[in-house]
């Protein structure tokens, strides 16, 4: 059995005291294999960047141990430092007055690698993360997402092998977003790098990951597979096409057996959107829509991306993703 990159047991971060305690991190436990990319996900002040301070120790936990390739780093930060970088959000991740080249080296050099010998590699860096015209220049005449850039090369000089990156496409337009992602997945299959990536940008966690943690009220509400997330989805909404107007009548006999949403009416021709529970029910719609005496112009299945997953899993919206939570 391949010994799991990182291992956390019952993380607990309370802030406060009595009544007005604030529980960030409840009992949170995971594991991450080596080369995976974990997505985590939550609304904010759900307790992401929290959590994952609580396991750099960057924040001192109430409770709770970290495993990176089997040994407990739960007391031995300096040990575990070697073995983790880390882009955290909100967070100056390079130094400023130096140019980028400069900082790819002395990222490097703190983990004991000559900057000399792996410059080929730095050279690599540069030219993924869009860098090359800029490597001589200092950080701070770089814009917002350039530095970004900066940051998660950094991560990737230090060569460990476990990586953190708390919202890495902050601050990048969508052109720059897709690029950095296409990287960050060609580096982490190329290097063999686990991390764990944290953010708001459903598109980046769902090019890049193929696990999410859904995190809400500092637990762990979800941990599966994204295709599986998608897949509880699926088959439930649909959209469905009348020729012709239904009148008030029909709209309320619909509406009080399925949940129906989203009327419109354009060109002589009904639109709505239904979540069904089964088949059955998509079944008893159009019988309730053919007694009716309205003909069907069409159906769809409509296809969930993972920013409505999140939503209906937040918001506890359906029966299977609370069996899934279970």
């Given amino acids: 059995m ?33 080369g995976e ?35 407990d780093f739960s007391q031995r930060r300096n040990e575990m430092y070697r073995l983790v970088s880390a882009v955290l959000e ?12 400069e900082n790819l080296a002395f990222f490097a050099g703190l983990q004991g690698i000559s900057p000399r010998r792996r410059r080929a590699f730095h050279d690599e860096l540069i ?25 998660v090369a950094c991560a990737f ?17 969508l052109h720059a977003s897709y690029t950095l992602r296409h990287e960050l997945k060609q580096l982490a299959a190329d290097h063999h790098r686990t991390i764990v990536l944290s953010s708001h940008d459903m598109d980046v966690v769902r090019d890049l990951c193929q696990r999410v943690i859904i995190v809400q009220r500092g637990r762990v509400v979800v941990d599966d597979q994204v295709a599986n997330l998608m897949a509880l989805f699926r088959t439930e909404a649909y959209t469905i096409r009348l020729a ?15 949940v129906i949403s989203d009327w419109q009416t354009e060109g002589g021709e009904t639109r709505f959107d239904a979540t069904v529970a089964d088949a059955g029910q ?8 053919r007694s009716s005496g309205l003909a069907l112009a069409g159906i769809s299945r ?21 069996e899934v939570a279970r």
């Fill in 2 to 34: 391949v010994e799991a990159a990182l291992d956390v047991e019952g993380m607990r971060k309370t802030y406060g005291s009595g009544g007005k305690a604030l529980v960030a991190v409840d009992d949170v436990s995971f594991s991450v294999q080596p």
């Fill in 90 to 101: 909100g967070a100056r991740n390079t130094y400023w007055r130096m140019t980028v080249r």
């Fill in 37 to 71: 990319i974990l997505g985590l996900l939550g609304p904010n002040g759900a307790g992401k960047t929290t959590l994952i301070k609580c396991i750099l120790r960057l924040v001192e936990p109430d409770a709770g141990a970290v495993r990176l390739f089997g040994e």
């Fill in 127 to 151: 030219e993924r993360f869009g860098l090359t015209e800029k490597a001589t220049t200092p950080v701070n005449e770089l814009s917002t997402g350039m530095k970004q850039k900066v940051a």
């Fill in 157 to 173: 000089a230090r060569e460990t092998p476990v990586l953190f990156l708390d919202e890495p496409t902050l601050g990048l337009d």
């Fill in 244 to 258: 012709g107007a239904a009148g008030d009548d029909v709209r309320r006999r619909l509406e009080e057996r399925f």
């Fill in 302 to 322: 409509s296809e969930p991306d993972l920013a409505q997953v999140f939503l209906r899993v937040t918001q506890g919206e359906s029966a299977a993703v609370k």
């Fill in 282 to 289: 998509l079944y008893d719609m159009i019988d309730v829509l």
